[in-house]
């Protein structure tokens, strides 16, 4: 398969949606198995050794989705729901021989349950691989705007 | 007059052995006197002496309801002044931390302070001249906290003038940040990146409770933890992979009753107390041979071995911080109204330790401790749950008498079982001794 820059585009507008429709399952099988999902805690964060907000391998995230999916998963009775708008990615590395590609996302992320909802501004930014005729998750990054504010419960995924 | 202001015994009322009545969640106008006598008579964590390494290095942050400045003195002391300037009352300092170099400036007109509070200058000086200014409270500068203690790089304040010293405020529970010092080879501890923030609907005494309710885990928590050991089971993880290391640290959440029950609990006086007195759920975290080596070097291997075999799991200094020794973190619990908290979660790096130490520090208070940690999501959800049933008019006391054996004398040190709940009546003991202490008695009317 030859990936074009819409390819890349598209994978990102189908990622948000799946959340937002709360496909997790389908979700995780989107990442490479060694792939981090990380979302600083620090504006512009270098260290992961420090606090983030999320710094997640395979095995955490499997975790993440079982529980919302869980018998007694409190928090979660009733489910939260969410929301992405986001922005035309940007592509900042094509690179199609090596199978190898960046983008650059802003999204603005809606979060509900019961009577509250929270809106989180963020950048998101994806690696991406292309393995086997399909493009991966390599690593994702999450930068919240605000990220060193205090925020309640943030539940699903942003 | 209200209910509760200028009636300690209605206040006092509030509490019985086994039992809390719930106003002392919900009600606002306790909330208000806990701000203005509670925090003011204990001794409350500031902050750590990290945070302000230079001359002139300042944290914002408040101490009850109260906005103070904690600051590096020109002589190397720490100084606790109150956010406030003597002139109109703007705030001095608005960032959460920074340096202000040799003395503190006011953004409204320039009035200047020593970073001991004192006046420096004012501009246009002589308009004060003849007005009598010498002996006014503004000349005075920025007023500071009644007393500071720094211990081992904890910076304790008491607000009041006058009141009970750290010493007797304490006393042997300092052994809890002592075993936490010790952990470090170079015996000092540093500050780990900003901490995170974590905003609670709830009564800021439901997080302390907490701290002690070792009966909660194996139920709020199966959601996660439980999850995470099913997960792990069915991984069929290969022996010689390495475990995750966020197994170690969810996993011991499952345990179960005999477990925490054997687990003990030690409680002081003045509402001070721990869980994990025998073993706790951070007993078997892995351990290199380059850590060990570095601690024997400091301390000697029998020292060493001391501090190592001390797992305490939650210390509460009350009224509102918890520590972790064997994981090096502090967890402060601001309050912020009758139904509002704010949780900051602090981590240490063990000056001189390998880096894991701190690899799992942080991962320990992004797991457990984070807005997105699903084990936080856990507990904030039976916070809020808990502050709003406690609304429900069916009844209105709070349940705490489990393992009670009757008449209790808080003035000593006892270790019980681990599942007791006498940590929660001594800090309620401790919460009614220091918030009616500079309560008065209204006059009672003198018409007969
Ligand atoms: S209010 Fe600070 S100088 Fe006037
Ligand atoms: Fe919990």
Not at chain 1, 45 to 61: N, V
Not at chain 2, 128 to 145: H, I, L, N, R, W
Not at chain 2, 313 to 322: D, G
Request: net charge negative; hydrophobic share 35%; glycine share 6%.
């Amino acid at each position: 398969m030859t990936v074009t820059r819409e390819d890349i585009i598209d994978f990102i507008y189908e990622e948000v949606r799946m959340l937002d429709e709360g496909r997790f399952s389908e979700w995780l099988e989107l990442w490479l198995p060694e792939g981090i999902y990380w979302m600083p805690l620090d504006y512009k964060q270098t260290d992961p050794t420090l606090t983030s907000l999320l710094y997640e391998d395979d095995f955490m995230r499997k975790l993440r989705v079982e529980r919302l999916n869980g018998e007694r998963t409190f928090s979660q009775k009733p489910k939260s729901r969410c929301s992405h708008v986001i922005q035309r990615p940007f592509v900042d590395k094509f690179d199609a021989d090596a199978g190898e590609f960046e983008t650059n996302t802003s999204m603005h992320y809606v979060e509900t349950r019961l009577d509250e909802q929270f809106l989180l501004a963020l950048t998101a930014t994806h690696e991406l691989k292309l393995v086997g005729g399909k493009l991966r998750i390599a690593n994702k990054r999450v930068e919240l705007l605000n990220s060193d504010a205090a925020f309640g419960n943030i539940q699903l995924l942003p | 007059m209200g209910k509760y202001a200028d009636n300690p015994a209605a206040v006092a009322a509030l509490v019985e052995e086994h039992q809390v009545h719930r106003d002392t969640y919900i009600d606002k106008e306790i909330f208000d006197l806990e701000m203005k006598h509670l925090f003011r008579n204990t001794w409350v964590y500031v902050g750590h002496d990290s945070q302000t390494p230079k001359k002139g290095d300042y944290i914002t942050t408040q101490i009850g309801d109260q906005p103070v400045i904690m600051v590096r003195h020109s002589d190397g002391e720490i100084y606790v002044l109150f956010n406030r300037c003597p002139h109109k009352g703007t705030k001095i300092a608005i960032d959460r931390s920074g340096n202000t170099g040799k003395f503190f400036r006011c953004p409204y007109h320039a009035w200047s302070f020593k970073t001991n509070g004192c006046l420096l200058a004012i501009p246009l000086k002589k308009g004060y001249a003849d007005t009598g200014f010498d002996d006014s409270e503004a000349k005075q500068g920025m007023a500071p906290v009644g007393a500071v203690k720094n211990y081992r790089g904890f910076v304790f304040a008491r607000v009041a003038k006058e009141g009970i010293s750290f010493e007797d405020y304490f006393g042997d529970a300092m052994s809890s940040v002592d075993n936490m010092v010790d952990r470090a080879p170079e015996q000092r501890l540093e500050v780990a990146g900003p901490p995170l923030r974590y905003y609670h609907k709830c009564n800021w005494k439901m997080l302390v409770d907490n701290q002690t309710d070792t009966c909660h885990p194996m139920v709020a928590h199966e959601s996660s933890a439980g999850t995470a050991v099913r997960l792990f089971d069915e991984a069929n993880w290969p022996e010689d992979k390495p475990k995750p290391m966020a197994m170690e640290i969810i996993a011991p959440f499952m345990s179960p009753y005999e477990f925490f029950e054997e687990m003990g609990i030690r409680t002081w006086p003045n509402g001070h107390g721990h869980t994990g007195v025998h073993h706790s759920i951070h007993s078997d975290y892995s351990q290199t041979s380059e850590y060990w080596n570095a601690l024997v070097e400091a301390h000697g291997e029998e020292k060493a071995k001391a501090v190592l075999d001390e797992n305490r799991h939650n210390t509460v200094y009350f009224p509102n911080i918890m520590i972790k020794g064997p994981v090096q973190q502090l967890r402060n619990f601001i309050p912020l109204g009758p139904n509002e908290t704010l949780v900051e979660s602090h981590v240490f790096r063990l000056v001189g330790a390998p880096d894991y130490l701190l690899e799992r520090t942080s991962m320990y208070n992004r797991l457990i401790n984070a807005p997105t940690s699903i084990v936080g999501h856990d507990d904030l959800e039976m916070y809020e749950r808990a502050q709003e049933g406690l609304h429900a008019d069916g009844m209105e006391w709070i349940n705490i008498q489990r393992l009670y054996p009757g008449e209790e004398n808080f003035d000593e040190v006892a270790v019980e079982n681990g599942t007791t709940e006498r940590q929660m009546r001594n800090q309620m003991h401790a919460w009614k001794k220091f918030i009616t202490l500079s309560m008065e008695q209204a006059a009672p009317e003198a018409a007969e």
